[in-house]
């Protein structure tokens, strides 16, 4: 059971990144998934999520009107869009995966599975 995330790179401010998250050993279409940053001596943030009912997607404000979440269940994987990329979208970009919204946040439980991270970086 492991989520893969693939995508990052170094990328020109005002640039563009589709971000992966691939799902094995489960079906990621029955969980939420999310996906969180973490810049270098920063805590942890969300980004943007899609839910397992009826996939409804959040996008934190960091990105919001930017970025786009969607799933393709028959490739079991998660996909992130960012646009007009900025330096301080640079961070480490992770997925995860819950039973619920508020298991996602940390408000109630915590996620079951993370990702190991893709490094993206804005940047002349």
């Known amino acids: 059971v492991q989520l893969v995330e693939s995508g990052g790179g170094l990328v020109q401010p005002g640039g563009s990144l589709r971000l992966s998250c691939v799902a094995s050993?489960?079906?990621?279409?029955?969980?939420?998934v999310g996906w969180f940053r973490q810049a270098p001596g920063k805590e942890r943030e969300g980004v943007s999520y899609?839910?397992?009912?009826?996939?409804?997607?959040y996008y934190f404000d960091s990105v919001k009107g930017r970025a786009t979440i969607s799933r393709d269940n028959a490739k079991n994987t998660v996909y992130l869009d960012i646009n007009r990329l900025e330096p301080d979208d640079t961070a480490t970009y992770y997925c995860?995966?819950?039973?619920?919204?508020?298991?996602?946040?940390?408000?109630?439980?915590?996620?079951?599975?993370w990702g190991q991270g893709t490094q993206v970086t804005v940047s002349l």
């Open positions: 995860a995966v819950a039973w619920s919204i508020a298991a996602l946040r940390g408000i109630q439980g915590e996620p079951l599975v």
């Open positions: 050993g489960f079906s990621l279409e029955y969980y939420v």
């Open positions: 899609i839910t397992n009912d009826n996939d409804s997607t």
